[in-house]
């Protein structure tokens, strides 16, 4: 995982987790002291917010501790995997395409920064140059056939 993704996540967790514990209790507390808490548009602003960060804080601390268990030596070396530039050629397209495999958090089509967990990225993991990719997409069926593979490894020994 690459180090600014880890920081994002960290900063996030850090500005809820204050929100929570300093911000969310006053406005809960001045809600309170308004009166009538079952006509009280504040106070059930303030606790649907609390709910919502209580929510997303568990989502984010999962995220970290799925992070914290990649190991880089278990990716292989000579298929494409996490952290993979592979040139496809899109049959479908007639056009060769670079895709880079990365994090849900790092996603960007437009610079061919694609998820491992998108239908390419999918497609496209365990597969060696020569293999070709059947990808289901909602436009239809799409055959990616890998052209050059850079994997993680590579990239760190360049």
């Given at each position: 995982m690459t180090d600014h993704i880890k920081k994002q996540l960290l900063e996030e967790i850090h500005k809820l987790e204050h929100e929570l514990a300093h911000e969310l209790p006053a406005e809960i507390k001045?809600?309170?002291?308004?009166?009538?808490?079952?006509?009280?548009?504040?106070?059930?602003?303030?606790?649907?917010?609390?709910?919502?960060?209580?929510?997303?804080?568990?989502?984010?601390?999962?995220?970290?501790?799925?992070?914290?268990?990649?190991?880089?030596?278990?990716?292989?070396?000579?298929?494409?995997?996490?952290?993979?530039?592979?040139?496809?050629f899109d049959t479908s397209k007639d056009d060769e395409i670079v895709y880079k495999l990365v994090t849900s958090e790092e996603s960007d089509v437009a610079k061919g920064l694609i998820s491992t967990t998108s239908p390419i990225g999918r497609a496209l993991i365990g597969k060696q140059v020569g293999d070709t990719a059947t990808v289901v997409t909602p436009s239809g069926k799409r055959e990616l056939e890998v052209l050059k593979l850079v994997t993680i490894h590579d990239e760190v020994e360049a």
């Open positions: 001045k809600a309170v002291a308004l009166g009538d808490l079952s006509e009280n548009a504040e106070y059930h602003m303030a606790k649907q917010r609390q709910e919502f960060v209580n929510a997303r804080l568990g989502q984010l601390k999962k995220r970290m501790a799925e992070f914290s268990l990649v190991n880089l030596a278990n990716i292989p070396k000579d298929k494409v995997a996490f952290g993979s530039t592979v040139t496809v």
